[in-house]
């Protein structure tokens, strides 16, 4: 998989899943922007380069686009191309949907939606102009496949970005881009362990343990599991897969029944 001297800008890169797909780019010999907005940035970046990975990382609110533009110049400035786009921040506040408001909506499609949508168009004309470029957004089994009831919001805007994805694909074909969605199942990260102390407040391990064992491999997934699907689709070998949704999920989505016998 060639992703070595590439550019890429991954988003919510200060952790979880992508901090994973941060550290499998950079081990990989690409060198990694972060757009994050979280106070856990720097620590992040000095972790990373510690290792002797190339890492940088520029505060950003993937809902501001003029904060956006402004991180996306700071990259050229540096490294003169963008060649990987990882739209990967996200975030899920989940609520029954008779509880659910606009505020809640909102707050799922400004950064879910509008975030992609807003890096994507401050991104791309760079990668136009290269003819060469790998977009790369997360999307999530929810939605797209699977759902729990309180998922209201978090589910119509992951489900959205399979379109997104799609129409990127489409739309720049001849551009030399490709665009494809990854859809992971569970995964070990603060948004999980968030989940978990909302759901089990006295014992949030216990939370992660029984969905650990209710996935039928019998975990939750890494970060890295979905660096490594990331970086093959960024990579050059995979010019030949464009609007494709990709299922990272421990077999969650495969039971035909619950059936224990
Ligand atoms: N963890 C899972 O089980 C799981 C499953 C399916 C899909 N996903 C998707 O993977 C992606 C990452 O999830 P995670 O579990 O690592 O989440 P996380 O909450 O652990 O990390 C998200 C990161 O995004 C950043 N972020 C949030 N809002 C931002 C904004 N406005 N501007 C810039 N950065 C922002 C946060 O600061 C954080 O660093 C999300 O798109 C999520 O929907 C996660």
């Known amino acids: 998989m060639t992703v070595k001297n590439r550019v890429a800008i991954v988003t919510g890169g200060a952790m979880g899943n992508g901090r994973g797909i941060a550290k499998v780019l950079a081990s990989q010999g690409a060198r990694v922007a972060i757009f994050d907005k979280s106070d856990l940035l720097d620590q992040t970046v000095a972790e990373l380069t510690g290792e002797g990975l190339e890492v940088c990382g520029f505060r950003t609110d993937i809902t501001d686009r003029t904060n956006i533009d402004d991180s996306v110049a700071r990259v050229i400035e540096k490294y003169g191309r963008i060649d990987i786009l990882v739209n990967n921040a996200g975030v899920m506040k989940n609520l029954p949907f008779l509880e659910t408001d606009m505020a809640n909506l909102d707050f799922h499609i400004d950064i879910n939606i509008k975030g992609p949508w807003n890096v994507s168009q401050s991104v791309i004309p760079h990668m136009v ?13 929810t939605g797209g496949f699977v759902d729990d009831g309180g998922d209201m919001s978090y589910s119509i805007t992951k489900s959205a970005l399979i379109g997104f994805g799609r129409c990127l694909a489409m739309e720049f074909i001849e551009d030399g881009i490709t665009s494809n969605i990854i859809c992971p199942g569970y995964c070990n990260t603060p948004m999980v362990a968030g989940e978990a102390a909302e759901e089990r407040p006295d014992d949030p391990s216990a939370f992660l343990k029984d969905l650990a064992s209710s996935l039928p491999i019998g975990r939750l997934g890494r970060p890295e599991d979905i660096g490594f699907l990331a970086s093959y689709l960024a990579s050059d070998e995979a010019s030949f897969i464009t609007g494709q949704t990709v299922v990272i999920d421990g077999g969650c989505t495969l039971p ?3 059936l224990d016998y």
């Open 129 to 141: 102009r290269n003819k060469y470029g790998r977009i790369v957004t997360i999307a999530s089994v």
């Open 256 to 258: 035909e029944t619950n």
